[in-house]
């Protein structure tokens, strides 16, 4: 069974300081692996979405990198802003023998101080 | 058009209530999910429907019936739900196995039973 974990678990910051969030799997065997953002009592939001053919992919402050044969990946966010308060996770899409299942971590909450 | 949208946002129901969820997509994904989610805990697969037909049903009590019209539309029914039954209802779309663009979620229904 795939497991997903995120390390830490909480995350307080001042405003202007990378961030670094790691998310490890215990089963390399994964299609793609997606970062979400989550707001209080709100949905996911898609944040990037890494195909297992890749190692990284890039969108404005955002960057994450995935390296399957370790079994981890890692978001990051330059220069963080309060705006970038929130709850980040990570989900792995497993092989089709799970059936479209998304194995997700626990979340790493953050808070950037103003 | 590149959203899950969800109705109702907010929805409180007595044990004895009988509601439904709804949830529309027009990306022309072909898989359709109900997680749910209890604060500060990841979502929780129930449902997974594939070209509308059922594919996965995660063990969950009979109280929750899903319903899949047609390839955008997607229901959730309630009837004589438990106050523990309270979350963050969200719903999801892909592609097939979510290779090629991940997964797509609503911004979810706050279910409250009273």
């Known amino acids: 069974k795939q497991e997903v974990t995120q390390i830490p678990a909480a995350l307080s910051v001042p405003e202007g300081e990378n961030l670094v969030l790691n998310c490890s799997f215990t089963d390399s065997a994964i299609y793609n692996l997606q970062w979400f953002r989550q707001d209080p009592g709100k949905g996911l939001t898609s944040l990037l979405l890494?195909?297992?053919?890749?190692r990284e992919q890039t969108s404005g402050r955002l960057n994450a990198s995935l390296d399957k044969s370790s079994g981890r990946s890692t978001l990051y966010i330059a220069a963080s802003q309060p705006g970038d308060s929130a709850t980040y996770l990570c989900?792995?899409?497993?092989?089709?023998?799970?059936?479209?299942?998304?194995?997700f971590g626990a979340g790493t909450t953050v808070t950037v101080r103003a | 058009d590149t959203e899950v949208t969800q109705t109702p946002k907010h929805l409180v129901m007595g044990m004895t209530n009988k509601k439904s969820l709804k949830c529309e997509q027009h990306?022309?994904?072909?898989?359709m999910y109900w997680y749910k989610q209890k604060a500060k805990k990841p979502p929780e697969l129930m449902f997974v429907y594939s070209y509308e037909k059922l594919s996965i049903n995660e063990s969950v009590p009979s109280r929750f019936s899903p319903e899949c019209p047609n390839s955008s539309l997607l229901n959730l029914h309630l009837h004589a739900l438990q106050p523990e039954d309270s979350a963050l209802y969200l719903c999801a779309s892909s592609q097939e196995g979510g290779t090629d663009d991940g997964y797509t979620f609503g911004s979810g229904t706050r279910l409250t039973v009273v």
């Open positions: 890494i195909q297992s053919s890749q």
């Open positions: 989900a792995v899409i497993v092989s089709p023998t799970d059936d479209y299942k998304l194995s």
């Open positions: 990306m022309g994904h072909r898989a």
